[in-house]
């Protein structure tokens, strides 16, 4: 059985909800950790172990002025140790994002995280999802936000963490967290 960790950073609490989706969704098929980059941007000792272990690691952050959080940053900095020896080769990689906007660059922040994982030799999975984008979509459809490359997820500014991200962005978080596990899966017997 393939193990998926999923490791994030959250500012205010609604990356981490989508985080919890991804978690769910993941879970229902193996094996699945969720590790929080602390509001000083570091992991312990343990929880690098458990990076290590994984066949999969998604990254999440919310978007911030076009990119991701200054402590996912220092986690990605952080994880040159790992990509020294190669650590993460071969194992499968993925992303999600969440910012205020519809749009909000959150593309430049999956580019990131595509980046460090191309980095570190890990293989890239996408949403495998079309978006909804006809005359008859509704904002809680399934991608509705529209990524090919990862999952996205939009929350107001003056939205709590229960209030966003919507359910349907947390509905594509969860089956991408499904997806990324049955990749595993396949690719990890």
Known sequence: MSKVAIVYHSGYGHTKKQA?????????VTTAALIAIDADGNLSESEWDVLKAADAIVFGS???MG??????????????????????????AAGFTNSATMNG??????????TLSMQ????WVGTGMMPSNSKAAERNDL???????????????????E????PGDLETARQFGKRVAETAGKLHK
């Open 105 to 114: 660059d959150k593309l430049s922040t999956l580019h990131y995280m595509f």
């Open 143 to 161: 991608n509705y936000v529209g990524s090919f490359a990862g999952a996205m997820a939009q929350s107001p500014s003056d939205s709590s963490p």
């Open 62 to 64: 919310p978007t911030y």
């Open 67 to 92: 990119s991701v959080s200054w402590q996912f940053k220092k986690f990605a900095d952080a994880s040159s140790k790992q990509w020294f020896s190669q650590v993460w080769k071969d194992k499968i």
């Open 20 to 28: 919890e989706a991804v978690l769910a969704g993941a879970a229902s």
């Open 163 to 166: 209030e966003g991200p919507l």
């Open 120 to 123: 570190h030799s890990m293989i």
